[in-house]
């Protein structure tokens, strides 16, 4: 099955091609046979990729770079108003289309599952596209994350389903119409878009209004945000509502998880039968995500114990507890974890394959410490959860915290590291600052131990230092 190419593009250009969520989007377009252009800031392994799909690749934003004859230009939520390629549409009366309604045109005709929810959507989209793909059902899908190599984040296939990642995070995801939708959780994130939780759980429900006559939500029957939708989209004409979960009234039941080094095994009861499959991820969060990915599935009507084992083939995504090597007797994994909530589930996960594991084969050693690299994202979420970052980090053994990674954003007076720090602790945590990141190698060479196990954590560019500490560890 191949969709039409809409006129609009035809020729589009993107403005920070090398995102996550932008890149996936410019590949798919490119394999549909659009003629795909678009800057970023920077040279990346993703923009060379995008470059062998035929995809011309700026970098650097210059009006120049902009062709009198595109057809649209395709923006993201960061993308500033002064850009000067923005501009040079305006002069020429180039359309400018949100990422958002470009990912949701990509979907028209198609059978969507959007994963939304404030943390595990990267991972739950990539665990249905990999056992989808598995299967032999070839599925397009656009991820906020690379599987296994820089590109990989998105994909056309030939069949009739379309996996994507839905952002709330500046409510993009109203745009989108799925015949199932996924709500892992819902917490308060994103300050700069949401001052409290009746309007996370506002836009929530505008999402879940979106779903298809007779489509399924699939919903997190124990975390609370979640389960707060659910109540208040009770009853909805149309709307058909599957929980999952450890409790006893959930439709699709998790009746034991059991950690096994750095996986897990899960057993789950689903229409009266039990089927048990492994999740190649450790943590309970992780094996929450599997559960909803396999309700997903059978509501869009795959055989639940196809898809179960199908799940079994997904290895994980980059940046989600992601092994990136070992030296020295020393594990160094990275970890996307930047809010309080997603931090804490990974260092728990962790400590559990600690606990847990006998080997290195299988996890790391009993006796082995955590040492954590944090480096807080966004001024605005660590002035609202500065101090819960703290106490989750209160689960290593000890940490070093980076400077504050802006992003998007401009710095906040008196919002520093030190809030985490400070908070850290108070709670009886062994934290160090450093403020330059170059230090940091020699830093952990300098800590680290054999048996210990290294965590790279945030959503900035911190996940530059593991290849960093294992060459430190090795010389």
Known sequence: MKPGLPTAMERP??????GAGM???????AQRGGRVAGSDARDSETAQALRAHGVTVHIGHAAGHLADDSTCVVVSSAIRADNPELARAAELGIPVVHRSDALAGLMDGLRPIAVAGTHGKTTTTSMLAVSLSALGLDPSYAIGGDLDAPGSNAHHGEGDIFVAEADESDRSF????????????????????????????ESFETFVSKVVPGGTLVVAHGQAGAAEIAARVAGREGLRVVTYGEEADADVRITKITPRGLTS??????????????????????????????????????PAHNLASALGKYTGVKRRLQLKGEAAGVQV???????PTEMTADLEAIRGAV????????GVGGDSRILVVFQPHLFSRTQELGKEMGLALALADASVVLDIYPAREDPLPGVTSEIIIEAARTAGADVAAEHDK?????????????????????AGDVTDLGPQILARLSG
Request: charged share 15%; net charge negative.
């Open 333 to 339: 994994i990275d970890s996307y974890a930047h809010h």
């Open 174 to 201: 109203h745009k989108y119409a799925p015949q199932v939708a996924i709500i892992l959780n819902a917490e308060l994130d994103h300050h700069a878009n949401y001052a409290s939780m009746e309007e996370i759980y």
């Open 13 to 18: 250009h993107f403005i920070g091609i090398g």
């Open 265 to 302: 095994e899960v057993t789950v009861v689903l229409d009266s039968r039990m089927l048990t499959f492994t999740v190649s991820v450790p943590g309970r969060h992780y094996a929450h995500n599997a559960v909803a990915a396999l309700a997903a599935g059978v509501a869009l009507g795959i």
């Open 438 to 458: 170059d230090a940091v190698a020699d830093v952990i060479a300098g800590m680290a131990k054999p048996g210990d196990l290294v965590l790279t954590m945030g």
């Open 355 to 362: 606990r847990g594991g006998t080997s290195h084969a299988e």
């Open 23 to 29: 890149s996936g989007i410019a590949k798919i377009l």
